[in-house]
Structure formats: structure tokens, C-alpha cells
């Protein structure tokens, strides 16, 4: 019985893939100049939007629930909650589609180079991949128990996408620029010192 | 033989002769010559099989032995897809080969170990299993090559895109009909013929036109952009990921 699941799993994912496969878009020509400056932009929006320190913190802040609830009618409470909520949900929305971003971007760059390493590679996939799913299950849980139902979460969310940073940072190594030889670049060197 | 898969046949053999010809006329012979030979060996062992067939009617004595070369033909038009496919791709081709390469590395052994530990086993009684499991290795080397390219976003020409589609359905199509067959057991005979010749005619006919004439595979244009503002963004990517790990370090106690 456990061959004939597998034999069928394995046909009905092989038509699956080649129906997204007929469906597929034509690729983008990654490196025309529209496509690099896109990749500034969502590189600016990744900068300023993906976890701004002060925002997270006011978001999932727990002492603002506890005044609310010790000071604030029950009315206000709710209310506090209800918006509470929508503003986490949207900083999650924003979280995933930064990551969404930084994935294509990467993708996008990465198939131009032929000796890819593949160690990074596989990381990073699994990485994207988990992170993309931590967000989705974050935004479950805030949206049927509420902002502070999972702080744990959200600090699991955070320490992925810093990986997830640390390990793009590596791949994009063959983007590095050429650091310019500190004596060529010194003013002195022109003969132009003060 | 049923009425309509005798026409399948026919009509297979007759497509089977205009992708052959065409290869010619088209000048793709050169370029694919694995897929050409695949398409040939079948063309030959399916004719041979015909006239068998009207001569004396027992014919399931060669059928298994033509579905082995096939089958073993079939991995080289994988092989084949992968080398177009990551043409400048050498990581990914690599991956593609070495998927496939344990894949079938695994059903060899595993065939091995059952002719070895049990006495019953047999392969020449068992030839549907072996093509089942060998189907499945060929499964999972087509659905490596899809996800590689779907994943880093890769264009596929015309030619490639209809060998992958019109294999991938007659490699799904014999999973299902093969495991069906082996557990429903000879009621499922009948059904079993429909489904392959029908699978299989229906991917000849992709074949055709897809590969009616030649069509290099799409090559990724190179930056428009001048090399000095190339490495400005790049030299920004590294500066603004790190910038956020130092937010992420700054916002969340780890």
C-alpha cells in the first residue's frame, strides 16, 4: 500500500509541476537597467520597511496592554486590541513581502552566474522558504488570537530574517564592489594635503 | 489489439516518421541527437512490433524487452534536457545529473538487494515493477529540472519546452498506469493499453510541433547598464543588508 502511495504521489506531483510549468510567465531579463533600479528600490523599501527596531517594538510592546487593561474601559480595550492587530498583521504582511522581494532580487541574480555555490544555495531556499511559512503561521495566530498571541514568533521571525541577511550577504559576494586601495584614495597621495 | 489502439499505433508511427523527417528538414537533428535517437529506437521497435503482431498475434514476449531500451533511451533525452537547459549553468546541470544518477543508483540496488535476499524474486517476472520504479527515477529527474528552473526563473526555448511537456505527460501517464496495473492486477490490462498509447500519442504530437523547426534556447542579455553603476548597487546591496542584521541585532533580544 505504501509503494502505490508513493508511485501516485510521485505522478501527481510530476503533473502538477508540469502544469505550473506550462503556465509559467516568460523570465524577466534580469540585469536590464528598469530591472536594477527596481532592485534599489526594494532594496531602500528593505532597508527602512523590513523590521525598523522602534516600530516591532512599540507593535508587540506588552506594557502598552497592560495599562490599557488596567486604566482603559472595557470599550477602549477592545478597541485597542482590534486596532493593535490590524497595525501586526500589516507589519507582517510587510515582513513577507520584503522577504518575497529579497528573494526574487537574489533568484533574479543569482541564475546569471554559472559556478553557484550550492551549499549557499540550499540554505538560503530553506531559509527563504522557512521564514516565508513562519510569517504565514504568525499571521494565523495574530489573526485568530490576537497581537500578543505569539511573541516567540515574532523573535523567530526576526532571528530567520537575520539569517536569511547574513547568508545573502555572502551569496551577493560576487557583486562586491572593489574596495579602492586606501593609498590611491588618500589625499596625500595626489599631493593635495592640507 | 482494440480497434482504437490499433489506430493509436498507426497514427503514433506515422508521427513518429514526421518528427524523424523533420529533424532532418529542420536541422535539429545535430542539436538533439539523443531525443532523435530516443524517437527513432521507438519508431523501429513499434513498427517491428506491428508487423509482429499481424504475423503472429503473440507479441508480449518482445514487448517488455523494447520498453527497457526505451526506458534506458528516455534517461539519455533527460540528460539531454538538463545539458540545454543549464547550458551556463554548471552547478545546476551538475545537481540535475546527480539527482537522477542516485535516483536510479537506489532502484539498481534495491533490484539487487530483492534478486539477492529473496529466492522468489525475480526481474524477468517482475519487469512492470522495474519499469515503474525506473519511471519514477525518470519522474523525479524531469521534476528536478523543472523546479531548478522555476525557482531561478530560467528560460526555456520552444524545442526543450516540448520535449520536457510532452515526456513529462507520457512518464506521469505510465507511473499511474503502471502502479495501477500492478495492484489492480490483469482486469486492469485493457485500460492500461488506452492509457499508454494514448499518453504516449499524445506527446508525439507535442513533439511534432514543438520541434517542427529549431529554436536555439533563449540566452540572458547582459546588463545595459554601465559597469561602474553595476557595482554601485551591488556595493549598496551588501551596505543595506547589513544595515538591517543591525536593526534585526537592535530590535530583537536574541
Redo the contacts between chains.
Keep these: 500500500m505504501t509503494q502505490l502511495i508513493i508511485s501516485l504521489l510521485v505522478g501527481v506531483a510530476l503533473l502538477v509541476f508540469l502544469y505550473f510549468f506550462v503556465r509559467r510567465s516568460k523570465p524577466s531579463a534580469e540585469g536590464s537597467a528598469q530591472q536594477l533600479r527596481e532592485a534599489r528600490q526594494t532594496l531602500d523599501s528593505l532597508q527602512f520597511g523590513l523590521l525598523p527596531n522602534d516600530l516591532v517594538h512599540r507593535i508587540f510592546a506588552r506594557e502598552d496592554l497592560e495599562y490599557v487593561l488596567s486604566n482603559a474601559p472595557a470599550d477602549v480595550q477592545s478597541l485597542f486590541l482590534s486596532e493593535r492587530k490590524d497595525i501586526a498583521l500589516g507589519w507582517v504582511r510587510r515582513v513577507r513581502g520584503a522577504i518575497l522581494e529579497l528573494m526574487r532580487f537574489h533568484r533574479g541574480h543569482a541564475r546569471l552566474y554559472a559556478q553557484l555555490s550550492l551549499a549557499t544555495e540550499t540554505r538560503l531556499a530553506l531559509n527563504f522558504a522557512s521564514l516565508l511559512a513562519l510569517c504565514r503561521f504568525l499571521q494565523i495566530a495574530v489573526y485568530l488570537r490576537g497581537p500578543y498571541a505569539a511573541p516567540g514568533m515574532v523573535r523567530t521571525v526576526a532571528a530567520t530574517a537575520g539569517r536569511v541577511c547574513n547568508i545573502s550577504e555572502q551569496s551577493l559576494q560576487f557583486l562586491k564592489v572593489k574596495q579602492l586601495d586606501p593609498l590611491n584614495n588618500t589625499p596625500s597621495s595626489h599631493g593635495a594635503s592640507v | 489489439m482494440g480497434i482504437y489502439i490499433q489506430t493509436v499505433w498507426l497514427g503514433g508511427l506515422l508521427i513518429e516518421c514526421v518528427i524523424l523527417v523533420r529533424s532532418v528538414l529542420g536541422r535539429s537533428l545535430a542539436n538533439y541527437p539523443f531525443f532523435y535517437l530516443y524517437v527513432a529506437s521507438v519508431f523501429a521497435a513499434s513498427m517491428a512490433l506491428y508487423v509482429i503482431a499481424i504475423v503472429s498475434p503473440s507479441t508480449h514476449g518482445l514487448y517488455w524487452p523494447k520498453q527497457y531500451v526505451t526506458l534506458f533511451l528516455g534517461c539519455g533525452v533527460i540528460f539531454e534536457v538538463s545539458r540545454h537547459v543549464f547550458a551556463?549553468?554548471?552547478?545546476?546541470d551538475r545537481?540535475a545529473r546527480w539527482t537522477m544518477l542516485v535516483t536510479f543508483g537506489a532502484i539498481f540496488l534495491s533490484v539487487a538487494v530483492q534478486a539477492f535476499f529473496l529466492p522468489h524474486w525475480n526481474v524477468t517476472t517482475n519487469t512492470a515493477d522495474l519499469e515503474?520504479d525506473l519511471r519514477?527515477a525518470q519522474?523525479?529527474g524531469?521534476?528536478t529540472i523543472?523546479?531548478l528552473?522555476?525557482?531561478?526563473?530560467?528560460?526555456i526555448g520552444k524545442n526543450i519546452?516540448g520535449m520536457?511537456?510532452g515526456f513529462?505527460?507520457y512518464?506521469?501517464a505510465s507511473?499511474?498506469s503502471?502502479?495501477l496495473r500492478?495492484?489492480v492486477g490483469p482486469r486492469f490490462n485493457p485500460v492500461f493499453g488506452v492509457i499508454q498509447n494514448t499518453a504516449y500519442l499524445v506527446a508525439l504530437s507535442i513533439w511534432m510541433v514543438a520541434l517542427w523547426s529549431y529554436e536555439a534556447e533563449p540566452t540572458?542579455?547582459?546588463?545595459?547598464?554601465s559597469e561602474g553603476?553595476?557595482?554601485?548597487?551591488?556595493?549598496?546591496?551588501?551596505e543595506?543588508?547589513?544595515?538591517?542584521?543591525d536593526?534585526?541585532?537592535?530590535?530583537?533580544?536574541?
Design positions: 551556463r549553468r554548471v552547478t545546476l545537481v515503474r519514477i519522474a523525479i524531469l521534476m523543472l523546479l528552473t522555476g525557482y531561478y526563473g530560467i528560460g519546452k520536457i511537456l513529462g505527460i512518464v506521469g507511473v499511474f503502471l502502479t500492478l495492484f540572458e542579455k547582459p546588463p545595459s547598464i553603476e553595476y557595482q554601485l548597487l551591488a556595493g549598496r546591496t551588501q543595506i543588508l547589513g544595515s538591517i542584521n536593526h534585526l541585532d537592535r530590535t530583537v533580544p536574541r
